[in-house]
């Protein structure tokens, strides 16, 4: 995964947020303020509900941080997407996370943050694999299966660029993680799968030439917070996002979440 900030909001969030009280690490220091957070725990490895029942993920981990550099406490609401961007921009939460692609339309609800994250999808196939080596190919061959997990950014990329749009299409294998598919495509039963270029490169890198990566990135998003309009909010956490992505903190988290996680399944 490639990580990309905006460097010239960024520059001014930051000025703004160090006119405030600072914290021993330079940060703005809000004092314990109370910051309730929305989300909807469905959107894997960002936000989701573990086996146990837990709401864990890459944006839990990363607000946890954030919320300890600014002096915040956190607590934590849930709601679903339908109705979260409205929700935020009534003022009705302090800040969503939600896997939420930063758009133009969307800026005429709400404030973003920088982005945290430029998620980029990549195309994972076995090592000797010679029948295709882009999507066009795959898309013309109905012989070959694509492993997916349903309600993942994958799958609905899968859908949009390689398939015809349906969700039950006979050539989606579905699995409960990513770590079954990626199973299913070294044993063969699958030949190709989708991921984050993360844990594409990751998983690629430890499989000793077993798999490999095909093509060119089928899209990319870049994802923020959403705060209502006019959130003295968005500053500190853009200062908070900068100084985690210098310290190499965003970069760690895009390993444990979208690497060794699925690593571990």
């Given at each position: 995964m ?6 010239p909001?960024?520059s ?7 006119s ?6 330079g940060l703005?220091d ?15 490895p960002?936000?989701f ?8 993920g890459w944006?839990y ?5 954030i919320?300890?550099r600014l002096n915040l406490?956190v607590?934590y609401?849930n709601?679903s997407w339908?109705?979260?961007?409205p929700a935020?921009?009534a003022g009705q939460?302090?800040?969503a996370?939600?896997?939420i ?6 800026r005429e609800?709400?404030?973003f ?5 430029l998620s980029?999808?990549?195309m ?5 694999e ?8 795959f898309?013309?061959?109905d012989r070959?299966?694509?492993a ?7 799958f609905?990329?899968?859908?949009d660029?390689?398939?015809d749009?349906n969700?039950d299409?006979?050539?989606i294998v579905?699995?409960?993680t990513f770590g079954a598919?990626?199973?299913?495509l070294?044993?063969g039963?699958?030949?190709l799968?989708?991921?984050?270029s993360t ?6 890198g430890a499989?000793e ?5 095909i093509?060119s ?5 870049e994802f923020g917070f ?6 003295d ?11 985690m992505?210098?310290?190499g903190t ?9 690497y060794?996680a699925?690593r571990?399944?």
């Amino acid at each position: 995964m490639k990580l990309s900030l905006a460097i010239p909001a960024l520059s001014l969030s930051l000025s703004m947020a160090l006119s405030l009280p600072a914290t021993a690490g330079g940060l703005p220091d809000l004092a314990g303020r109370e910051v309730v957070v929305v989300t909807e725990n469905t959107y894997p490895p960002l936000q989701f509900l573990d086996a146990g029942g837990k709401a864990v993920g890459w944006e839990y981990d990363a607000i946890s941080e954030i919320a300890s550099r600014l002096n915040l406490v956190v607590k934590y609401e849930n709601t679903s997407w339908d109705a979260m961007i409205p929700a935020i921009a009534a003022g009705q939460y302090d800040l969503a996370m939600n896997g939420i692609t930063i758009r133009d339309d969307r800026r005429e609800q709400v404030d973003f943050s920088s982005p945290y994250m430029l998620s980029e999808m990549l195309m994972v196939v076995r090592g000797d694999e010679s029948r295709f080596a882009d999507a066009e190919a795959f898309r013309s061959d109905d012989r070959l299966l694509l492993a997916a997990q349903p309600g993942t950014t994958p799958f609905y990329v899968a859908l949009d660029a390689l398939l015809d749009g349906n969700p039950d299409n006979q050539r989606i294998v579905k699995f409960e993680t990513f770590g079954a598919g990626l199973a299913a495509l070294q044993a063969g039963d699958v030949d190709l799968a989708l991921s984050d270029s993360t844990a594409a490169r990751g998983h690629v890198g430890a499989s000793e030439g077993a798999l490999k990566i095909i093509g060119s990135p089928l899209g990319a998003e870049e994802f923020g917070f959403i705060f209502p309009k006019g959130s003295d909010l968005v500053a500190p956490v853009d200062a908070a996002l900068a100084a985690m992505a210098e310290d190499g903190t965003l970069e760690a988290l895009n390993r444990k979440w979208f690497y060794e996680a699925t690593r571990a399944e």
